[in-house]
């Protein structure tokens, strides 16, 4: 089996921290001192944009004469699951220790304007623990977030990682130590939002998060860090090109089925819906697979095997009967990659992700995206055989993914919970692409508002 191989900028292990204004041999950093953290995707693209937020900020700490290390995490340190923060504290406080600095995480679209951002920060002492960023916080308690409990009164915040965040050295130093204690690092097997738990993690060091609005989803004069979604891509492709695979069984072929059928199932050219039975009423095919109360791994991987025999198919896209998307927006992300190369889009969640063991893996509810050369990788006999029927189809497609040494790119326009399950900040500027679950709300609704073009636009321009 021939795997293409990733960019080898992407895996090359060499040290590219970007030293301004000092040898890059050169670790400490100075009273004043910033050390920025570039997190981004496992992909070219990403990659450049990562690249060219380094470079601007190199350009601007010469004008500014600051000392600064640029660390682009997935470049420098690949696989360690920096998307969590964990591995960006230990990693930071093994070089910086001890000095006096701030450590700024960014992500790859975003925007830094270093001299406002230096101006904010002089009115801080980076010797005392402090944890800086945009504040956002659950309005009820949700499955996300373990079903934490809400204090309307004093709720508990946490950062829209987008528009960056700040650690106080005194801050890095605390966590770092505390980390390196297993028996006080949080007791979880999954990552499901990772700038939450981190700031749980934080808090457990007796620190919450600070809010400034000088970091910002939108530009303004008075903003440190922006949160610059990335441009549309001019590749074009027909609708038909993605085959969209929804799984679903007889029990509930009544209940949702009409619903994807009244809104995201029209601009689908090119669907099926797959069950454990064949029902010529409403359309439902069975590829011989009985139905599982969970799991679903051998209808998952049926469906792939399934759809790799169809050869228009550039895309697969499998989803849940309780998922709703929107076909035109899912169209526009995926114009930004190529079929032919090794793809997984979705929302990541991870599993002991900072083990040894552990993996990343798109969750199935918000929609998996799968391109045509991943699809023919893992319907090669013995690439990613079922464990059992009802094996967690997401988490072993992950392991399936880990094998071929596939990164997972997460989109946070995925969603495996209902939209009353986000702050409405994180929903905006950029549109959604999916939701998840039926659950206490009205589908048709929820797809009217924040699905639907027509409807969308005015909501967001309302928040």
């Not at 696989?79 to 406080?93: G, Q």
């Not at 106080?168 to 605390?174: W, Y």
């Amino acid at each position: 089996m021939n795997i293409p191989s990733l960019n080898v900028s992407i895996l090359r292990l060499s040290l590219i921290a970007a030293a301004c204004l000092f040898p890059r041999e050169a670790v400490s950093v100075s009273k004043g001192g910033y050390i920025f953290v570039i997190l981004h995707q496992q992909h070219p693209r990403h990659s450049a944009a990562s690249q060219q937020l380094a470079d601007d900020i190199a350009h601007q700490s010469k004008q500014l004469s600051l000392e600064c290390h640029i660390y682009k995490m997935e470049e420098e340190w690949p696989n360690i699951a920096s998307w969590t923060y964990y591995p960006i504290i230990e990693r930071i406080y093994q070089l910086h220790g001890g000095n006096d600095s701030w450590t700024v995480i960014v992500e790859e679209w975003s925007q830094v304007k270093l001299e406002i951002l230096q101006q904010v920060l002089m009115k801080y002492k980076s010797s005392e623990p402090l944890f800086l960023g945009n504040a956002v916080h659950d309005a009820t308690e949700t499955i996300i977030h373990h079903f934490d409990l809400v204090d309307e009164k004093e709720p508990f915040l946490f950062p829209d990682s987008r528009s960056g965040l700040v650690l106080s050295s005194a801050l890095i130093e605390s966590l770092a130590k505390k980390w390196s204690d297993k028996s006080l690092r949080p007791k979880v097997d999954f990552t499901i939002d990772a700038q939450y738990e981190f700031a749980r993690f934080i808090e457990s060091d007796g620190v919450v998060l600070s809010h400034h609005d000088c970091f910002c989803l939108e530009d303004r004069p008075d903003c440190a860090v922006v949160f610059s979604p990335d441009q549309l891509c001019d590749a074009v492709f027909a609708t038909d090109d993605i085959h969209f695979a929804v799984k679903t069984c007889s029990q509930f072929h009544r209940e949702r089925l009409p619903v994807l059928k009244e809104t995201w199932l029209k601009q689908a050219s090119n669907y099926a819906l797959y069950s454990d039975v064949n029902d010529p009423s409403i359309g439902t095919v069975s590829l011989g697979i009985p139905n599982t109360e969970r799991g679903h791994c051998a209808k998952t991987m049926a469906i792939i095997q399934h759809a790799v025999k169809i050869t228009s198919m550039l895309w697969l896209a499998i989803v849940d009967d309780d998922t709703l998307l929107s076909v035109p927006r899912l169209k526009s992300l995926l114009s930004c990659y190529n079929p032919q190369d090794l793809i997984a889009i979705g929302e990541r969640y991870g599993f002991h992700a900072l083990g040894p063991y552990g993996y990343d893996y798109i969750t199935g509810g918000g929609g998996m995206i799968l391109s045509r050369a991943l699809v023919e990788n893992l319907a090669e006999p013995g690439v990613c055989d079922c464990p059992t029927n009802d094996t967690p189809d997401d988490m072993f497609l992950g392991v399936c993914l880990k094998r071929l040494s596939v990164p997972v790119i997460h989109s946070e326009t995925f969603h495996q919970g209902r939209p009353v399950d986000y702050p409405a900040q994180l929903l905006s500027p950029e549109l959604p692409v999916s939701f998840h679950k039926f659950w206490m709300v009205n589908p048709l609704e929820v797809y009217e508002e924040w699905l639907e073009d027509s409807h969308v636009s005015r909501h967001h321009e309302e928040l």
